[in-house]
């Protein structure tokens, strides 16, 4: 069975650019969410998908958004980036019935 | 405003003892707690979780304590190992998981 994929697993970006990661979730799973995590922090909760629909979105502001596609899998983007959106974005997926969820790797994203 | 709170930022143990890492939370909808370990350069990996209406939950070394009433919980590693020096996550779910900030555990041998 296929864990969480991430990719790109890094990414440099300038303030003011655009960036889309992307994320395959486990396989059966139909919930994704995305979570920031800034250093010495943990996870932030950015917004979660099930079934292509937002189901939960935290306090971040309109300029990340997302989508589910049909397979499950998922992509974040970010506008108009920022020095403070360097962070660590982790995907994860639900595994039905439970509230676990299972990360993938993560995409390290430096903005300059 | 943290809702989930683990106010000690590391834990050095011996190997062959027990490792216990607390976590205090101010949220009382939360409904089901999760530990995660995290090693450098990947993401969290799932440990063990505990619904709000259970006090524990064992799988093999990992033991996880929930007191409601004081917002507690706590993860007992027994015995610890080497393997487990990682930075421990505790997350709390209300359909979304709200994580603290960790705490690194550094197991000696």
């Known amino acids: 069975e296929t864990g969480v994929t991430q990719s790109p697993t890094h990414l440099i970006k300038t303030r003011g650019q655009q960036v889309t990661l992307r994320c395959s979730s486990q396989s059966g799973h139909n919930t994704v969410s995305w979570y920031q995590q800034a250093l010495g922090q943990g996870p932030q909760f950015i917004f979660q998908y099930y079934r292509e629909e937002e189901n939960g979105r935290g306090n971040f502001p309109p300029r990340f958004s997302g989508l589910q596609f049909p397979n499950y899998s998922s992509e974040l983007n970010v506008n108009a980036l920022e020095l403070d959106d360097s962070a660590l974005y982790l995907c994860?997926?639900?595994?039905?019935?439970?509230?676990?969820?299972?990360f993938g790797p993560g995409t390290r994203l430096t903005v300059t | 405003d943290q809702q989930v709170k683990q106010n000690s930022p590391s834990l050095s143990v011996q190997e062959g003892r027990i490792s216990i890492l607390n976590c205090d939370y101010t949220n009382s909808m939360f409904d089901y707690f999760l530990w995660y370990k995290k090693y450098p350069a990947e993401g969290p990996t799932f440990l063990i979780s505990i619904s709000s209406i259970k006090d524990k939950n064992e799988d093999g070394r990992f033991t996880v304590f929930l007191n409601k009433s004081a917002k507690h919980l706590s993860l007992h590693i027994v015995p610890s190992q080497p393997g487990d020096s990682a930075v421990y996550f505790c997350a709390a779910s209300e359909g979304k998981l709200t994580f603290g900030k960790g705490i690194t555990l550094s197991v000696r041998p």
């Open positions: 994860a997926s639900t595994r039905p019935g439970t509230y676990e969820q299972y």
